[in-house]
């Protein structure tokens, strides 16, 4: 087994882990200094993962679905057996504070479990014939060998999103971690040994990421990709997949716009708006991006959100009590600061921070509140990976859902009302894969998660997580 107290990361392909001379530093965003290293994997070993996961395919495909939930229940025990050591780990090298990397590992653990189960869900169904001598029936079988690329915001929760559900359903699984972001996926590597998954099934590689990308499309052994990240790598992905029909299934950007009605209650709306907005540093793909707020309500509302965000605690992760960590890295402090800037010289108002925070090593930002943001400005327009809510006033429900749905992202959505006709009329109209009403945090396991137009394709959780990774094959029987 890997040895996580040291500072040296390995990849941990085919049952070995692997050391090689070619290592990256891992920097901890909230000193800006690298804290360890993690060996980087090339061509030869990436394509020894390929063929040792085609090995491991037939026998994980025909173990039964129970004993592969078993296993995943296993990894699940491993995760909360080491829950503290794993959160440490999260917000070293991601720096979201030390709480929200629990509930991470927490949230990691009922992927599982449910997964875990739901593998034991997969149905076929039995199809009237038309014609007596034959009979019809629907098989799901596993894709195969699949290849998952995880990013750095949520570096364990949206691994596991992949794995879990690949591996329940049978099939093997190759994970890239994020290079910002690699030690999380070594101590799940270390869970998935630890737990018994058999040699081949799960490999987690630290590597180049256009190398992965490209060898998994190109190569027949590898069957499906599922990838999170930016619209821009997405396309990219779509246009390699050309060639070979890869199958693939996206969860790409967001601009996440929270809509907020005058019959809405209002301290639960802030506080909804805050954990919408605030969770992980607003480094999240459903972040809330854009606040709207209906205009008879606007004064009040930005007063007590302002007066919440002031009470927000910013600072090292590892520190307790803290709500906002610092930004990955000092380009993600670059795009944001330019942002603040962006909506000041188009007339919009910082009423709460809008500064890098001072006497700090790290790549922090103050929690920013910006008032009377133009609906062209960047932060508007573009996903914003940081603690920066611009706030926009509006008069009508009608008015609000088209400046909501012009955007060609459409991830998550966001709706503070009490009016039960309005929650339905939002539910159909609101293009977003993902919608909550008075909700902040509405993602959960049982529930399918992904985007619309150029959000992504395809979902991931849910049962039809699992179906992400089945064939549905239909069999003919003649001569009855």
Known sequence: MENSTTNSFRSYLGGKWIKTDD??????????????????????HLKAALVAAEEALPAWRNMPARDRGILLHKVADELVRRKAEIARIITLEN????????GEVGMSEDHLRWFAEEGRRVYGRTIPQNVTSKRHIVVK????????????????????????PALAAGCPVILKPASQTPLSSVLLAECMEAAGIPAGVFQMILC?????????????????ISFTGSTRVGQS??????????????????????????????????????????RNTGQSCIAA????????????????????????????????????????????LDAALAQIEDAKKRGGRVVAGGARMEDSEGYFLMPTVIEDVHEDSLCMCEETFAPIAP????????????????????LSAYAMTRDMGRIFRLSEQLEAGTLGINDGAPTTSQAPFGGVKQSGWGRELGSEGLEAFLETKHVSIGGV
Do not use: H
């Not at 290592?23 to 030869?44: C, G, I, Q």
């Not at 290849?147 to 999103?161: D, E, H, T």
């Not at 209906?294 to 927000?312: H, M, N, T, Y």
């Open 95 to 102: 720096g979201k504070p030390i709480a929200q990397s629990e």
């Open 141 to 164: 079988t596993p894709i195969g060998v699949v290849g998952a690329i995880a990013p750095w915001n949520f570096p364990l929760v949206l691994s596991v999103r992949k794995v879990a």
């Open 23 to 44: 290592e990256v530093k891992v920097v901890d965003p909230a000193t800006a200094r690298p804290f360890a290293t993690a060996s980087k994997a090339d061509l030869a």
């Open 391 to 410: 706030i926009s006033s509006f008069d009508t429900e009608e008015e609000v859902i088209r400046r909501a749905n012009n955007t060609p992202y459409g």
């Open 237 to 278: 992905l779509i246009r390699a997949a050309a060639d070979t029909i890869k199958p693939l299934c996206l969860e790409l950007g967001g601009l996440a716009p929270v809509l907020v009605f005058d019959d809405c209650d209002m301290e639960k709306a802030v506080q909804e708006t805050i954990i919408a907005k605030f």
């Open 289 to 332: 991006n854009r606040i709207y707020v209906q205009k008879g309500i606007s004064k009040e509302f930005v007063d007590r959100f302002v007066a919440a965000v002031g009470k927000l605690k910013i600072g090292p992760g590892l520190e307790p009590g803290m709500d906002i960590g610092p930004v990955v890295n000092q380009s993600g």
């Open 208 to 224: 180049d990421p256009v190398m992965f990308s490209t060898e998994l499309m190109s190569n027949p052994i590898c069957r499906k």
